[in-house]
């Protein structure tokens, strides 16, 4: 069956990363996935969690939040804080970021990348990922010329859906597709080649080991392709 957009099954959204997106924050980058966009900002701030308080050590969190209207229909905001799903698309991102970070030697300090969503047709917690990262990478180099150590990133990390739809094994799904999906799944990868986390859930069904490794050949070429955009956009 034909995809919505008309793309071929392996294919990726059309991708455009914005560095310095946002002149205020340490690092900044407005990633767009097809209809899915995201603004990512980092920004140091002193001072760490209780957990790493005396230990000479940073730490890196991250924090997501969808504008209201983001979506088809109007969400109400967050005004309680963090809903079940909220936080656990932040712990992902949060757990993603630190996976791309050399060292927390880098003071006392905490970096908080802020993933706000400002339109969304599936995939926003990988684009907050993969924004989210070229970001980190340069809050890391305004720390590093800050305080005159070496800046603490380590490697690049990105993510991207892959799901079962339609009996078909499909890359970066967008939100008509993840919303039917069989199987959905969300992949992030360390450049080159290394796994930070695998989330494959049958939403409406099941799926066999040859069809979870086409799912991650798929993702890891889609990710190779993320990964360049990445470095161009960093001057890498």
Known sequence: MPRPD???NDQLRPLVLE???NPYAEGSCLIRMGGTLVH???SVEPGVPGFKKGTGEGWVTAEYAMLPRATIERTQRERNGPGGRT???QRLIGRSLRAAMATMSF???TIRVDCDVLQADGGTRTAGITGGCVALADACAWLSAKTGVASPFGTLVAA???GVVEGEERLDLAYTEDRDAAVDSNVVML???SYVEVQGTGEHGTFSRRQLDILLDMAGHGISEIFAAQKQVLGW
């Open 107 to 109: 003071g006392e300090y």
């Open 19 to 21: 560095r310095s997106a």
């Open 40 to 42: 990512c900002t980092a």
């Open 87 to 89: 936080q656990e698309i």
């Open 6 to 8: 008309g793309r071929p």
């Open 160 to 162: 991207v859906s892959v």
């Open 191 to 193: 450049h080159p080649s």
